[in-house]
């Protein structure tokens, strides 16, 4: 029982030690993965399919779209979309 409380306490220790030793090895990385991500082009992190954003209201172009039908639908196929 006391071997096994000692190699649980060894384990969380070294544990801890690797982890210390990983977020000081990132300072050193953090630039480099910085200019990496900045050197990408933009379209890499967005599809690109929906550019809209955040809008104080939704217009009838954004509600089409994200329902999934066309912009001049009938209201009962909006409807029926929408539940």
Request: proline share 5%.
């Amino acid at each position: 029982m006391a071997s096994t409380v000692v190699a649980v306490g060894l384990t969380i220790d070294a544990a801890g030690f690797a982890g210390c030793y990983v977020l000081q090895a990132m300072k050193h990385v953090e630039p480099q993965v910085k200019q990496v991500f900045q050197s990408l082009p933009k379209s890499a992190f967005s599809s690109g399919k929906y550019r809209t954003g955040f809008e104080p209201t939704t217009t009838k172009q954004n509600a089409a779209l994200i329902l999934g039908v066309i912009p001049i639908a009938k209201e009962g196929k909006i409807r029926g979309t929408h539940q």
